[in-house]
């Protein structure tokens, strides 16, 4: 059963424009949510996060929002640039026994195009 | 500063054999965690540690083994691979404040099983 559910597997924006990925999650207990950005032959990296006592956070460019009662978060990049083209993975954080465990998404894969 | 380095960065395998694959940090976290990504199941958690001398299992362990005997090492063993093992291998590790969980990756194994 896929707790944290990326609906669309890629999208394409124009370069300039703003590029929405979204993420949905069913698990009530998360608590913490996660952006991961991973370009082909390197592992995920860190890019932005949120805490469920906030609906937003920004970090330059990149704004995640969460909307707790829909279980939905999206991450707004804006303005799009070619280096943005990667695979993003939502991820969700909640603890369970000794550990704070991320259930990560399947990804969408972003292509900027100028 | 290396971050989160592993060896191998790609293997071949026949089937029933065995190998390890190594994970180091040099960030001083207390987290470690051994993933795998398989195309359209994004990450998925095989097995983690919550500091030396600890293993603990994640979603998908089986077939799989681990070891912690030092704070910045994390091993994963294959006893005997079988072709459902080829994947991309990732591992990461976290230093865990509270409810924030920002993990840090290394590179990747590619591992294919014949």
């Known amino acids: 059963d896929q707790q944290v559910k990326q609906n669309s597997p890629s999208l394409s924006v124009q370069e300039g424009r703003i590029s929405i990925l979204n993420c949905d999650y069913t698990n009530s207990m998360f608590d913490y949510f996660l952006w991961y950005k991973k370009y082909p032959a390197e592992g995920p990296t860190f890019l932005i996060s949120i805490s469920s006592i906030k609906d937003k956070n920004e970090d330059g460019r990149f704004t995640v929002f969460l909307n707790k009662s829909a279980k939905h978060l999206s991450l707004h990049i804006v303005p799009s640039q070619p280096g943005d083209s990667a695979v993003y993975f939502c991820a969700a954080s909640g603890v369970t026994g000794t550990a704070s465990k991320l259930t990560f998404g399947t990804g969408t894969r972003l292509q900027v195009t100028l | 500063n290396a971050g989160v380095t592993q060896t191998p960065k790609f293997r071949v395998l026949k089937t029933g054999q065995s190998m390890t694959l190594l994970c180091a940090q040099d960030?001083?976290?207390?987290?470690m965690y051994w993933y795998r990504q398989d195309p359209g199941m994004g990450l998925r958690l095989i097995h983690y540690?919550?500091?030396?001398?600890?293993?603990a299992k994640g979603e998908v362990p089986d077939g799989y083994n681990v070891s912690r005997l030092k704070k910045q090492n994390f091993l994963l063993g294959l006893e005997s691979a079988a072709p459902s093992q080829t994947s991309v291998y990732f591992c990461a590790s976290s230093y865990y404040r509270g409810q924030k969980n920002e993990q840090f990756f290394g590179p990747g194994t590619r591992l294919t099983v014949l």
């Open positions: 540690s919550v500091g030396e001398g600890t293993t």
């Open positions: 960030m001083n976290h207390e987290y």
